[in-house]
């Protein structure tokens, strides 16, 4: 009983001071709970809310590691992932497991800015792969840059899609370095409707399609039409557009090449290359007109037709010789290379050279006509002499031939040299020229003068024509008729009129030439025609003045008409001395 009574004691006593759980079951303290045991079982009361050492809890690791939940209730601290923060740098490590070395890192710092980056130790193989079984999204309020360091390259594998995003942004994918872009055996697509290059260097941007394979086949541009439907004549397959500014800084077209259906029909496909160049048209803008046309004609194997120029008024220059098949044909300065030249069925004009060939057949030449030379056929002394074929020609002995036994000639032009040994030739018949000499005169006596009144005018001596504004008109005959006249033997033409006058006055000198018609009965006045008539300014100190006229209001003269001359000059001393030439 005394044991007894002393173990209740002593277990009063525990409880007293310190308890102590022996043999106590393990368990989980509720939450809110502040009592727990310590090494030796004891119930110990937790001396704040806070727990700092987690040895208990299996936590046995270096500075800054992460602690993480083993699935069981007790926490482990991880070798290879820590985290860092000082002087406002947030840093996550993950070490790789095979080099505590290597390692890829969160770094946050101020305002935010997030930097991840892969390190290798020993190399630049720390590869950094985002692999997303959905889409990757980059949604930044500024740009989306991506910045390889100097002398790396930027790889993009696969499918990459730059889209400009909701706001209708351009999308810009700028590097500072080289910009590679390799998929290696698979194709890389670009789905927009204007793919743009960019570069303010000088002669840039240079597009450069490369082949590296070690075989006879280069690189190819290809333009596709599909249009997913059956394709038709004319089709445009591509285009290649040159854009520059004119002179007020407009973007203009310049040149254009265009490649297109010819013919679409099913085994009968032909194509067509144009080539155009801007031509002035008059417009406000350059049109484009095809210079060189490239084209396989329908339907017919191994022949493609060139067109070359445009307008008739173009010029096709060649450097060199022009090859026609396998022969050169032309040269570089013009001249057929070809010695004979067969089958030429038209020719224009020959400026030069000498045909040294056969006779050119009558049948292939002009016929000859009085302005222009051809092939002629001769007629025959009996046609000469007779004239009964106008349409043959005659050589100068046949014309002597003919002329000789001819007793039909009624014209015959002017003979300028030779001797007429025929008969007399009628004085009817005959034509010749006739001088006049009128008569030097100054202040003649009055018996010099005509005595028929040769005017209808009321003083006597005063013609009836209206001579003009050089005061001739109605001037008084008398007072400066001073020639006779000379009298036609027969109808003639007058021919010219030459002569010189001189006056002592400072007047003006007329000078006229008239014709008279007379009749017998000496009381009827006589109408003078007025033929030609000049004057001459102050003549002065009897100074002479030269006149030659050949050109009358009426050249033409009867038989028995009279032609003199008149002249009224300022002054006492006044001098005419003249000649008329007259053709029966």
């Known amino acids: ?27 989980t303290i509720a939450s809110g709970g502040n009592l727990g045991l310590d090494s030796n079982n004891k119930i110990v009361k937790q001396s704040d809310t806070g727990i700092t050492d987690l040895h208990g809890a299996g936590v046995d690791g270096s500075n800054n590691q992460l ?6 209730g007790t926490v482990t601290s991880e070798a290879y992932l820590t985290f860092e923060n000082t002087s406002n740098i947030s840093t996550l490590t993950l070490l790789s497991d095979q080099d505590t070395s290597d390692y890829f890192k969160i770094k946050t710092t101020t305002s935010g800015s997030t930097t991840l980056m892969t390190f290798d130790d020993d190399g630049n193989n720390a590869d950094f792969e985002v692999a997303a079984l959905g889409d990757i999204i980059l949604d930044a309020n500024g740009q989306i840059k991506l910045e390889p360091i100097a002398g790396n390259n930027i790889l993009l594998d696969g499918t990459v899609t730059v889209d400009g995003g909701a706001v209708g942004g351009l999308a810009s ?50 333009f ?16 290649i557009l040159f854009v520059g500014d004119n002179n007020a800084q407009q973007q203009t077209s310049f040149a254009k090449i265009i490649g297109s259906v010819s013919e679409s029909a099913d085994g009968s496909e032909s194509g067509k290359l144009e080539f155009f ?27 493609i037709d060139v067109t070359i120029a445009a307008g008739a008024a173009s010029t096709t220059t060649i450097a060199g010789t022009l090859t026609m098949g396998s022969t050169a044909a032309l040269t570089n300065a013009g001249l057929v290379a070809v010695a004979n030249q067969s089958s030429i069925t038209g ?27 051809g092939a002629v056929e001769l007629a025959t002394t009996a046609e000469t002499t007779t004239g009964t074929d106008t349409g043959r020609a005659v050589t100068p002995d046949g014309l002597k ?29 005959q034509k010749h020229v006739m001088h006049y000499q009128t008569t030097g005169y100054s202040n003649a006596p009055s018996n010099y003068e005509i005595s028929k009144q040769v005017s209808a005018n009321t003083a006597p001596f005063q013609h009836d024509q209206d001579i003009g504004a050089d005061g001739l008109t109605a001037q008084n005959v008398s007072l400066w008729l001073r020639s006779g006249g000379h009298v036609m033997p027969r109808a003639c033409t007058l021919k010219r009129w030459t002569g010189w006058a001189a006056s002592n006055g400072s007047s003006t000198t007329y000078i006229a030439l008239f014709r008279v018609r007379p009749v017998r009965d000496d009381s009827t006045q006589i109408s003078a025609v007025l033929l030609d008539e000049f004057s001459y300014t102050a003549l002065g100190n009897s100074n002479a003045e ?39």
């Open 224 to 239: 596709t039409s599909d249009r997913g439907a059956a394709g038709v004549d004319g089709d445009n397959i591509g285009t």
């Open 347 to 373: 020719l224009g004009t020959i400026s030069s050279g000498v045909w040294n060939g056969t006779a050119i057949a009558s049948a292939y030449m002009a016929s000859a006509t009085d302005s222009a030379k």
């Open 67 to 72: 602690l993480t939940d083993d699935g069981d």
């Open 277 to 303: 160049v801007s031509e002035t048209d008059g417009e406000a803008t350059a049109a484009l007109t095809a210079g060189l046309t490239i084209e396989g004609e329908h339907n017919v194997d191994g022949e």
């Open 401 to 429: 031939d003919g002329y000789q036994g001819s007793t039909n000639v009624t014209t015959l032009g002017t003979i300028a040299t030779g001797t007429w040994e025929g008969t007399a030739i009628a004085s009817d018949q």
């Open 173 to 222: 994918l700028t590097s500072s370095a080289d910009l590679s872009i390799v998929a290696t055996g698979n194709d890389i697509q670009v789905d927009t409707d204007l793919f743009q290059i960019f570069s303010a260097t000088t002669e840039k941007p240079l597009v450069e399609i490369k082949s590296t394979t070690n075989d006879e086949k280069g690189s190819t541009l290809q």
């Open 1 to 27: 009983m005394k044991w007894i009574g002393q173990h209740i004691y002593d277990l009063v006593a525990r409880f007293r001071g310190d308890v102590y759980l022996e043999d106590i079951s393990t368990g």
């Open 546 to 584: 030269d006149f030659d006229e050949t050109s009358f209001t009426d050249a033409s003269l009867n038989k028995g008409d009279i032609v003199f001359t008149a002249m009224k000059g300022p002054g006492s001393a006044q001098y005419f001395n003249g000649t008329l030439e007259v053709e029966f």
